[in-house]
């Protein structure tokens, strides 16, 4: 540690600078800078601590480049972390997109392609022919990075394909469930019935409501009725929507 004074709180002073020199050096080469230190320059939090709590260092550090810590926004913080002897160095860089000058990046094959036969035979068909024109080229090494791209271009191809099929089936799945949705909302007048065949079942029922029992069913809860109900349920249901249980 390089600030004995705001980094470390009991222990053995004379240990806490082993390496000082060092880090110093590191840090004047590569023009770096301790953020957190940086941000709160008289602060005195810590990352670590032994079990009784009497020594507390300031272990976990970002360094980052001087250059860096002038032209972007970055937030720096220490948060606590229950599950370890250390707490948790955190640093957030905010940059405006426009700023940052990404390029394409790295492609990398999706390898869930080569678990599809199409394309699997895509790739066989175009390197049995492609193993034929070697001559056409100065050596095997210049055939060879030529057959890679080509390679590269036709799963790229594949990807392309594949992802505009899965598209238009998950559209198609979707209109599906909305036309299925749709039907499970009609109304009664709007559900096709049979009004013959509703008859023959009704006529095979044995066991039918007495015209007081219908009445009672059709009729309105009563004070009663909806109070037995609530009783009945167990502790810490809700009878409804609006989460309030059967206690309340």
Known sequence: MLDLAKDKRGGNESLGGTGAPHLKNLIARFSLVDIWRKQHQTDQQFTWQNKLGTIKCRLDKFYISSSLAKDYDIESTIEPYPYSDHDIALITLKMERSSSNVGPGVWKLNTSLLNDKTVRNKVVTFWTDWK?????????????????????????????????????????????????????????????????????????????????????????????????????????????????????
């Open 132 to 248: 034929k024109k070697k001559q056409y080229f100065s050596n095997v090494r210049e055939w060879w990075d030529t057959g890679k791209s080509r390679i590269k271009s036709l799963l790229i191809k594949c990807s392309k394909t594949k992802l505009i099929k899965s598209k238009q089936e998950r559209a198609r799945v979707l209109k599906r469930y909305r036309t299925l949705v749709a039907k499970d909302n009609l109304s009664a007048s709007e559900v096709p019935t049979n009004s013959a065949g509703q008859d023959r079942l009704l006529n095979l029922l044995e066991r039918k409501l007495t015209d007081e029992q219908r009445d009672s069913c059709e009729d309105l809860f009563t004070a009663s009725e909806c109070s037995a109900a609530l009783k009945s349920m167990s502790c810490g249901k809700t009878p409804g929507s609006d989460g309030l249980p059967k206690e309340f």
